[in-house]
Nanobody, 115 residues
Framework: VQLVESGGGLVQPGGSLRLSCAAA????????MMWYRQAPGKERELVATISSTGGSTNYADSVKGRFTISRDNVKNTVYLQMNSLKPEDTAVYYC?????????WGQGTQVTVSS
């Protein structure tokens, strides 16, 4: 099983980034996918969730209206479009897959929002 995140980097406040998470080794289209983040010295927090079909999404209050989670069940990839980024969005972002009693994590990608 592999979850490989990409798309992180350094961006100025107000800027945008699009994270991707490519999945392999399991039936991606049957798993709920999530993005979490962990800032230095803080606990890991759930940022966004998308159902297996993509028909349902949920967001943390702190990112609602700025972030959009989506998925492509043909490409086995989940995305996180992040707009209007703030310094407090700085964290390592992790992709997570849950289903059938299994729970898989990616290695994380760093997002730094700074001028």
């Amino acid at each position: 099983v592999q979850l490989v995140e990409s798309g992180g980097g350094l961006v100025q406040p107000g800027g945008s980034l699009r994270l991707s998470c490519a999945a392999a080794g399991f039936t991606f289209s049957t798993y709920v996918m999530m993005w979490y983040r962990q800032a230095p010295g803080k606990e890991r927090e759930l940022v966004a969730t998308i159902s297996s079909t993509g028909g349902s999404t949920n967001y943390a209050d702190s990112v609602k209206g700025r972030f959009t989670i989506s998925r492509d069940n043909v490409k086995n990839t989940v995305y996180l479009q992040m707009n209007s980024l703030k310094p407090e969005d700085t964290a390592v972002y992790y992709c997570n897959a849950k289903g059938w009693g299994y729970n898989y994590w990616g290695q994380g990608t760093q997002v730094t929002v700074s001028s």
